[in-house]
């Protein structure tokens, strides 16, 4: 699974609690997510802290400090006892609309795993069951059962030894929307199975079905065993009206139109996968067909997407002929197709042979132009390698999950390599270094946790972003071959079986003959990382670099880090040292004939860890121009951005911003923002030009915003033309660039864009009304509302509340029924709050909405939600 972490308790923890706070959307826009080259500021952490027992023994001694970060002891969570297995399960279903109902008959193949068992307990949520008989039934032997609306007990009637199968048939009806309501950040939603305008009243939004089952929620529409350790064939037979295409595991063995005007299509999968990879999705999707080695690779996309499915999804093929041959195991399912549904509860689902997308996923050709590598492609690698990793081979239990997701994380990066070459790959490798650093300021997890609060917390930046960077420090220290070959091990020896990290140890081990204890201890199964603080001196022919480990070692270890350090010598000359840091303080001793112009720790930017090095300007200067790669450029970026006053690093700016990679020259002109330096007016000219000439339009739009950060704010011009460009995040951000610039003649440029498809430019050109509209466009903000995606009418609403402060009041009734019936009635709650803050704005200016406000805080049901309402 991927998730994109827009999750709401992330806004809550951005959001102002002033009135009018910030107008931005919280969802990131296609293409528009900034670049980041921060590394978090260390936070003070405490060190050497005194353990427990000394605090009993000299009650007036240090006293013991507990880091923010440490988790509260959470229940202790065992894989699930597999006492019977489902080995078959053989599904017919079709759909009640108008109640959002399942009606179904499951004929479930089981067998004890190893004890004889006289009952069976299956998962099966919210169901109401019609009847439930044994197949060939034994009159002597009757059977009866319990269910308490979650679980279904079975008393069998005799014992079963494990050499014998019987098979269950139940007859049920799901409700999914009647079940109490549970979910996550990652998952934002948990009752498995979702009907999607169901009755066709929603404007702008096709009739779709479709289903979710990670973790455990596939027991919310068939009953099985809900747990990864277990693995069955499958059969599912979906009846249909005739004009919605299915899709499901495994392959479409038959299709057959029925008298009643509905048609029966029958999904089988020959191999067996656990049951929280099922899926089923019904709707209207043109199909586009390709092909890997004889294999049906599909996109199903909604119809008007037709045309640019093959851009979007075309590298399919090409990634799985990469990972079978990085693998040593070729792509083992019998298709591979992918679908875009609306309303999805997540990023996107490695459902066996059938991953479920986000429809955004889903762009014109347009839109394909601002396509961003995140969002896009590196979610069509990381659901097709969890093919494998997690499919093929799968975690035990979610204590477990880093075997799925650290996988797939890290396959993102080895296409980027593949594909987009090393600079690309860098900044995959940073932006996930980033987003793991980030998160452990609050939260520091081992990888493999046996105790956690809730299974969803599994899906965190640890178990993806840190166990990636790990994956990724295991390949560098043992080299690609080695690596490889492991993988190679662990997914033959384990194909089709569940694990555990232990036999991915095994895996390394057996294949290099190495004992990897340690990295696996330190690495997956302790938490924390290492803050490394690095200084060097020179002296006699040698360099002496002083490393140390500054983290809290009593909740982290002390780590063992083989690194290298590059040490440029006298005439550009580099060289290589290993060392291996082992203690807390520990200095290395590097033969140099001269002083050296630079020393750089971890030179390829490989290592897990928050990095201190001492480096003069004149060091860093020399780094931006000799180091490899980008990670080490934007690095001297970010550490010299306050310097730029200076002629020598002003310079190095200005070369930046005609670097090869389009990432650095976004950092640059990040940088460049208020640029008070020497030769102002040249620095503006180059920016200028970025803005309207640069082939890349991340850069344009970084341009556009650097032009609007000078005092002397005089580029309507650039601003106007930009509203031109070919690129929609372009033209966003030129309507930002406008905002911010009075007095530029905009009305008539922006009413041609009025009638725009982009939903970024519509936030953009709300964003502009709200500062500077008129009653004209208060037409715009009700014709357009149908058109903005649930998640971004968040930003819309607070524009339009903002916009409503500009209009006389007695016009402002219709405005704020609106917002009224979406702050009461949107079932997401993003929505809720954007049309709640919406109101918010009208408060100075019509005091009525104040008991509205109370009314609606009072309504409201969602925990997050009121305690955010509270604050403001
Ligand atoms: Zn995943």
Redesign the pocket.
């Known amino acids: 699974?991927?998730f994109f972490f827009a999750g709401l308790t992330a806004l809550l923890l951005t959001l102002p609690t002033g009135v009018l706070g910030q107008l931005t959307a919280p969802v990131p826009l296609p293409a528009s997510k900034p670049i980041k080259a921060k590394k978090p500021a260390p936070r003070p952490v405490p060190r050497k802290k005194t353990p427990l027992a000394s605090v009993a023994a000299v009650p007036a001694g240090p006293v013991l400090t507990v880091p923010s970060w440490l988790p509260p002891d959470a229940p202790d969570r065992p894989a699930a006892a597999i006492l019977t297995e489902v080995t078959h399960t053989k599904l017919d279903v079709r759909f009640d609309y108008r109640k959002q109902y399942l009606l179904g008959t499951a004929t479930l193949t089981l067998r004890p795993h190893f004890f004889s068992q006289n009952q069976v307990v299956l998962d099966a949520k919210g169901f109401d069951i019609q009847k439930l008989e044994l197949v060939g039934a034994d009159k002597k032997h009757p059977i009866s059962y319990t269910y308490d609306k979650r679980q279904l007990t079975i008393l069998l009637g005799r014992t079963y030894t494990r050499a014998e199968t019987y098979q269950l048939r139940i007859q049920y009806v799901a409700k999914p929307n009647e079940l109490p309501l549970g979910g996550s950040d990652a998952i934002t939603s948990d009752k498995g199975l979702y009907f999607i305008n169901p009755l066709g009243l929603e404007k702008n939004k096709p009739r779709q079905i479709w289903t979710q089952g990670e973790t455990e929620s596939s027991s919310c529409w068939f009953p099985t065993i809900d747990k990864p350790n277990q693995r069955m064939t499958q059969e599912i037979n979906l009846t249909v009206e005739n004009q919605f295409k299915t899709l499901s595991n495994g392959l479409l063995v038959s299709s057959k139109e029925n008298p009643d005007g509905t048609r029966t299509d029958t999904w089988r999968q020959a191999l067996p996968h656990p049951p929280y990879l099922a899926t089923m999705v019904v709707g209207d999707f043109a199909v586009v067909h390709d092909d890997w080695c004889g294999k049906a690779v599909d996109y199903y996309v909604e119809p008007q997407y037709a045309g640019t499915a093959r851009a979007t999804f075309g590298r399919t093929p090409e990634m799985m002929e990469f990972y079978s041959k990085l693998l040593g195991v070729d792509y083992a399912w019998e298709k591979y197709a992918q679908v875009p549904v609306r309303d999805y509860v997540s990023g996107a689902m490695?459902n066996t042979s059938a991953t479920t997308h986000g429809a955004t996923i889903q762009r014109t050709r347009r839109e394909l132009l601002d396509d961003n590598y995140e969002t896009g492609e590196a979610t069509i690698a990381?659901?097709l390698f969890?093919q494998w990793f997690?499919d093929l081979v799968t975690c035990e239990s979610w204590s477990n999950l880093p075997l799925?997701?650290s996988f797939?994380?890290y396959s993102e990066y080895l296409w980027a390599e593949h594909k987009l070459g090393p600079d690309e790959a860098a900044l995959v490798q940073e932006t996930k270094l980033n987003n793991y650093l980030d998160e452990a300021h609050s939260k520091r997890e081992p990888l493999i946790r046996y105790r956690y609060a809730e299974r969803e917390a599994m899906f965190d930046r640890h178990s993806?972003d840190k166990g990636g960077r790990v994956l990724h420090m295991l390949r560098k220290m043992l080299g690609d071959e080695a690596f490889f070959a492991s993988l190679n091990r662990y997914l033959t020896r384990n194909r089709g079986t569940a694990v555990e990290i232990a036999k991915l140890r095994l895996a390394f081990e057996e294949t290099t003959g190495q004992d990897l204890q340690w990295f696996f201890s330190q690495w997956f199964m302790q938490r924390g990382h290492s803050e490394l603080k690095v200084s060097h001196t020179y002296a006699n022919g040698q360099v002496l670099l002083r490393v140390q480990q500054v983290q809290d070692t009593l909740f982290q270890p002390v780590f063992r880090l083989p690194l290298s350090v590059a040490v440029w010598g006298g005439n550009n000359l580099v060289t290589e040292h290993k060392i291996n840091v082992t203690r807390t303080d520990q200095t290395f001793r590097l033969p140099a004939a001269q002083r050296p112009q630079l020393v750089k720790l971890d030179p390829d930017g490989q290592l897990l860890a928050q990095l201190e090095e001492e480096r003069t300007p004149e060091e860093l200067t020399f780094q931006f121009s000799h180091a490899k790669g980008y990670q080490q450029k934007a690095e001297v970026l970010e550490l010299l951005q306050n310097k730029t006053n200076e002629l020598v690093i002003s310079m190095m700016y200005r070369a930046a911003l005609h670097d090869s990679f389009w990432a650095i020259r976004c950092i640059a002109l990040e940088h460049l923002r208020h640029y008070r330096g020497p030769e102002p007016e040249a620095v503006r000219r180059d920016i200028l030009r970025l803005a309207s000439a640069d082939p890349v339009p991340r850069v344009r739009a970084g341009a556009l915003r650097t032009l609007v950060s000078f005092s002397d704010n005089k580029f309507g011009a650039a601003y106007l033309a930009a509203l031109q460009d070919s690129s929609y995040l372009v033209n966003a951000t030129a309507v930002e660039c406008l905002i911010k610039t009075p007095g530029v003649p905009a009305r008539a440029p922006l009413a041609a864009l009025d009638d725009t498809p982009s939903v970024a430019l519509l936030l953009a050109l709300a964003s502009y009304h709200a500062q500077y509209g008129t009653l004209d466009q208060y037409p715009w903000f009700l014709r357009r509302l149908p058109d903005v995606s649930e998640p971004n009418l968040y930003g819309w609403f607070q524009s339009f509340g903002v916009f409503m402060t500009r209009i006389p009041p007695v016009e402002r009734d219709r405005g704020i029924r609106l917002l009224e019936d979406y702050a009461r009635n949107s079932p997401n709650s993003f929505v809720r709050l954007g049309a709640y803050r919406g109101l918010m704005a009208l408060l100075p200016t019509s005091p009525q909405v104040k008991s509205l406000l109370q009314n609606i805080r009072e309504h409201e049901t969602d925990e997050r939600l009121k305690a955010s309402y509270s604050l403001m």
């Open positions: 699974m991927k490695e990381h659901e969890h997690g799925n997701e797939a994380d993806y």
